[in-house]
Structures are given as C-alpha cells and as structure tokens.
C-alpha cells in the first residue's frame, strides 16, 4: 500500500523598512508596517484563506480518509495575528478535525541550527508553545528552517526528543536510493527521516500551469498514476511545498483547487491512501541509515546553505548578529527580544545572495531590494543599531571594538555601493554596442545622439590654446631672463672683436680672482 504524506510550508518575515546610516541610534523600530499588512494580508486573501476553505470542505467530505500537516513560523503566526486574525479562526476549525498535524520547527524559521545549537533549542521550544498555545497540539515530528538538515542537526533534534525529521530528498545525497522510503539518521539512528519528492512536489508548486511543461495539463487521475506506477515497495511519497502555492504561485483561474479537491477520489480507486506524518513514522520503518555529513536543503539546483550563506555579504552578516547571541539570552527587554528573533529570519540573508542563472531569479523575485548589496547595507543598518541597543543594556560588561568596527563598515557601504552600482552600468553598456561599434548604446537613455558630443569638445580645445600661445610671445621682450642669450648670439657672430667686451661685463665676477 502507498501513502502520500502533504506537508504545507507558511512563512512570511517581517519586512525591514529603508533603514540609513543617520537613522542608527535615533530610531529603533526597524519595520515597514504597511508593506507587512499589505503582503500578508493580499496572500492571505487570495491564498491561505481559500485553501483553508478547500482543505475543510475535502475533510467533511472525505473524512480522515484525507489528511496534511502545516509547518509555520512562529513569526509567520505573529503576523496573521496581527493582521489577518480570521486565519487563525479558520486553522483551529482545521485542527479540531484531527485531520491535520502542525510540526515543529524554529520560531523564527532561522538559521540558528547552523550557527548557535542553544539558540537553536530555545527556539524549537518557543514554537512548540506557540503552537499548542494556538491550536492545542504539541507537534512530534521536526522540520528545520528551509528543510536544512546534517548529522550534528539530527543529533540536535534527536535529544529533544523528537522520533522524526523532514528533510530534502537531494540527489547528491541520495545517489540512486528513492526519497519515497523511510531513513534513519547516521549519526543519532533513531530519529527516523521523511524525504521530500522534488519532481512531484516541483509539479505541483511550479508546473501546474506551466503551457510549456510536456505533461501539462496536470489532472488528477494523472497525477495519481504516476504514484501508483512507482515500485510497490515505495510505500510514502512526501509532498513538501509552500501553502501560497494555492491561489498564490499557481492562480485560482489554473485549477488548483480543483486539482487538489479531486486527488482523495482518485487516490481511493488506485488503494492510496493519506497519512499524518506521525502515522508515517508509527506505520513505517527505515530501510537504511542515511548520512549527511555537510548542511543540505531544499533550495537552489545545489540543494545546500549556498542561498543563505554563499557569499561575503551572506557570512558577515550571519557572523555579527549572532556574535551578540549571549548577550541577547541575558537581557530581559521584550522589544530587544521580540527585534532578535525577526532579524534572524533567514529570507533577511536570502535577499543578499549574488548568485546568477535561474537560482539569482528567484532570488531576485522574492527580494525587496535593488541589488544583494541594497540588502546587505539596510540589514546592517539596522544590526548596528540593534547591537546599540544590546550594549546599553550591560554597559559594563560590553567592549566597544566589535560595534565601532561594525560602525565603520556601515558608513563605508554606501560609497561602495555607488562604485559597485557604477562598475555594473559600465558593464552592461560596454555589453549593447552601437551599430557602428564605436559607441556603447544605453538602452534607457532618451538621446542616443548625444553620444558624438565628446568628439566636438576636443575640436574646441585646440582652438582656445592658441589664445595663450601668442601670449607669451608678446611677454618674451619683458622677460629678462632671455636677455643673457642675445650676448651668445653676437659672440658667434664676431668672436675676435667680442671676446673683450665679454670680459668687460665679467671683469665684475673674476676681478677679484686678478687681484688674488
């Protein structure tokens, strides 16, 4: 018998607004309200809401014969508190169906796990309180921010207790083994691991509506037989995919829901059926143990940490936010602890990324920002004056030398930026040449004509040094320091009777030596 196991991801950071140099130490609430509300609320609207609709009306129809699991933030949840409250109504009518399980995960969807294990642990923990706090369930089963996961993170996860993890179904790691079986972790052998399919997640998340996809349209009774096709001994296949992906990335107008709200008919006819994660592990065994000795994810064609700490921009920035992590654990400041978990989301280091191809794409595309160097300077505006406020705290206890220098990177990035923005625009111009080939073309000047221009200045020039060459012909009788040549002149011309006179007005000079 095979089982599909749907997890939903939901997770939106809060966004940071324009954030300069001279607003360090004046002002100390780093948010761009509007652009929160607006954003959360439009996919609420257009996604969350709906799809909470749809995944109630197939639990009342199918009962538990269809079931999903939800992965959110504890920012995220934040948000939809603040702003979009009647989702958090619509998840508690889903919880109490018993037909959906909420899993556990960092609360500010992080990368502590990489960074600081004891920030990691508190975070885990302060989830898990949210979550039953709001939907009275303590979740049994980890998924770490962006399905990040190695050996030392299962160790981590294992000693809280948790007896299961999510992870990627990355190929680097998997090499001929199928993700649709249950693992184990190398390193800590009883937490037991569930491995993401990416070509049949990918298909719904972002081919659906794709017209150039070679299996488009994708129906269900389709979708279906893949699944049953596969060997029988693959038993789960793990769904893993943003919850935006209803309504969101694939529109209401492609047939998403109906798409969904059709596969729990055609799964029963082919015998598969619909699994809780913790019936996954209950029903399940692992068929070998798996070992991931460096950080894998769910992100970028390379599947590992390259999408948040992959450049310089990336690595010093992660370096000094959690290089005050000590110093935050002991301050009791809410503010101060509430702005220490939203600077730590990981989309803050995502924005960042220079990478090219279509991984720079979708960073582009969910990036706020000009350029990874627009994020870089904002985020470490407003890291510099946290880390202000992190000192006042304990005053006596702080050294001054990491913040000053951290102080004068800052005042330093614009200027960098500009030269970087330069570089850039002279790279893009000498790459669109004119049609002569003499002239770069600048596809959003206005005046392409005006590029002759420089060719005319030089004409000019010419013309107004010959003023100030006849000046100093007529300044050459003035200048007495031509006159000493006109005697060397008329030497050459009568040496013999000369020579005397020449002596004449030297007679002054070498006097002296005759009377010697």
């Not at 184990?184 to 017209?211: C, E, G, Q, T, V």
């Not at 005046?447 to 000046?471: C, D, F, Q, S």
Request: with cysteine.
């Amino acid at each position: 018998m095979k089982a599909i196991c749907f997890y939903f991801q939901i997770h939106q950071p809060f966004r940071l607004k324009n954030y300069r140099f001279f607003d360090i130490g004046n002002d100390h609430y780093y948010y761009d309200d509007f652009a929160n509300d607006e954003i959360i609320t439009r996919i609420a609207q257009r996604s969350y809401l709906p799809a909470n609709e749809m995944l109630l009306d197939m639990i009342k129809q199918y009962g538990n014969k269809f079931k999903v699991a939800f992965s959110i933030s504890g920012t995220a949840l934040e948000q939809l508190e603040i702003y979009v409250p009647e989702f958090i109504d619509s998840m508690k009518e889903l919880a109490d169906t018993g037909c959906v399980e909420f899993l556990s995960e960092t609360y500010a969807h992080s990368l502590a796990s990489l960074e600081d294990p004891e920030e990691f642990i508190m975070q885990v923990k302060e989830h898990d309180k949210k979550i039953y706090q709001l939907f009275g369930q303590h979740p049994k089963v980890f998924r770490n921010t962006e399905l990040i996961y190695s050996d030392d993170i299962s160790a981590l996860v294992a000693s809280m207790g948790f007896k299961g993890a999510i992870t990627d179904g990355a190929k680097h790691i998997l090499g001929w083994k199928s993700p649709n079986y249950i693992y184990a972790s190398a390193l800590a052998p009883k937490l037991k691991l569930m491995l993401k399919n990416s070509k049949l997640s990918d298909d719904i998340s972002f081919r659906f509506s794709n017209y150039e996809w070679e299996s488009y349209p994708l129906t269900a009774d389709k979708y279906i037989d893949w699944i049953a096709q596969l060997p029988d001994d693959e038993q789960i296949i793990n769904l893993f995919m943003n919850y935006e992906t209803f309504g969101e990335l694939q529109p209401r107008e492609s047939g998403i829901f109906d798409f969904m709200k059709a596969l729990p008919r055609f799964a029963a006819k082919k015998g598969i059926e619909f699994w809780t994660p913790s019936e996954v592990l209950a029903k399940l065994k692992p068929v070998s143990q798996l070992a991931v000795p460096f950080p894998m994810s769910w992100a970028d064609e390379a599947r590992d940490t390259s999408a948040w700490l992959g450049n310089t921009l990336q690595t010093e920035a992660v370096k000094k936010l959690y290089s005050i992590a000590e110093r935050v654990h002991l301050c009791q400041d809410r503010r101060i602890k509430q702005d220490w978990y939203y600077l730590q989301a990981s989309d803050h280091f995502f924005y960042m990324s220079t990478k090219h191809s279509s991984d720079g794409s979708v960073h582009s595309h969910y990036s706020p920002y000009e350029s990874p160097y627009a994020a870089f300077t904002n985020y470490m505006n407003v890291l510099s004056d946290f880390m202000i406020r992190v000192r006042e705290q304990f005053p006596e206890n702080i050294e001054n030398e990491e913040l000053n220098s951290l102080l004068l990177t800052i005042r330093n990035q614009e200027n960098e930026i500009e030269q970087l923005n330069r570089e850039v625009e002279m790279m893009r111009r000498n790459i669109v040449k004119d049609t002569t080939g003499d002239f770069p073309v600048n596809p959003d000047d206005e005046k392409p004509v005006e590029a002759p221009a420089p060719k005319k200045a030089p004409a000019k020039k010419p013309a107004t040094k010959k003023a100030p060459a006849k000046k100093p012909a007529t300044k050459k009788p003035v200048a007495k320091k031509a006159e000493p040549k006109k005697p060397a002149a008329k030497a050459s011309e009568k040496p013999a009777a000369k020579k005397p006179a020449a002596k004449k007005t030297a007679t002054k000079k070498p006097a002296p030596k005759k009377k010697a």
